[in-house]
């Protein structure tokens, strides 16, 4: 049974860097058929797919291009986890953030993770 | 980007009531629709995948429906622990999106 477990901070002064972990069990970051994908809500965006990671003989990334140029999304094969950085943060980045799986193949997204309610304040 | 758009945004039901959310895509997406509940606080979990099969686990009494651009998810006789929040999610195309949700309040 796969869980996703993620950690981080709740509070990111604008301007600086969301950082974000999700930490993968059951599963590998490097299963050659899943993709590990971030998504956040909030109340004046509603559920918003942000970008994904995924393993196919190398690693690959797609991204939302309403974040695409501040955002990165990188696997840890080591500690069997992927990670979100979204760069030059702004209070409209105050949102709840998930990780959550598909598969090729199987694109709905399952499971997820907690999720960590981030916001954006000095 | 496809448009998903949840019709209604909020329906106040009784018990063993039915209950039917519509979701129309902006464009074709064949049958790439997924149906998703989350209560509060919590993440959201897949009911229907692919418009019409149903997820492992959940109760019989939700059911999808539909192809290209009209979908339908239905809960029969409605329960008390359904009172919850409802997307779509389409799978068609990148960005993948979602719909912008249907509150169901008991």
């Known amino acids: 049974q796969v869980q996703l477990q993620q950690s981080g901070p709740g509070l990111v002064k604008p301007s600086q860097t969301l950082s974000l972990t999700c930490a993968i069990s059951g599963d590998s970051v490097s299963d050659k058929s899943g993709a590990w994908n971030w998504i956040r809500q909030s109340p004046s965006r509603g559920l918003e797919w942000l970008g994904r990671?995924?393993?196919?003989?190398?690693?690959?990334?797609d991204y939302a291009l309403s974040v695409k140029s501040r955002i990165t999304i990188n696997p840890d094969t080591s500690k069997n986890q992927f990670s979100l950085q979204l760069n030059s943060v702004t209070p409209e980045d105050t949102a709840v953030y998930f990780c959550a799986k598909t598969q090729w193949g199987k694109n709905w997204f399952d499971p997820w993770g907690q999720g960590t309610l981030v916001t954006i304040s000095s | 980007e496809i448009v998903l758009t949840q019709s209604p945004d909020f329906q106040s039901v009784t018990p063993k009531e039915k209950v039917t959310i519509t979701c129309r895509a902006s464009q074709n997406i064949g049958n790439n629709l997924h149906w998703y509940q989350q209560k509060p606080d919590q993440s959201p979990k897949v009911l229907i995948k692919y418009a019409s099969q149903s997820f492992s686990g959940v109760p019989s009494r939700f059911s999808g429906s539909g192809s290209g651009t009209d979908f339908t998810l239905t809960i029969n006789s409605l329960e008390a622990e359904d009172a919850a929040m409802y997307y779509c999610h389409q799978s068609n195309s990148l960005p993948w999106t979602f719909g912008q949700g249907t509150k169901v309040e008991i």
């Open positions: 990671t995924y393993y196919r003989s190398k690693w690959y990334n």
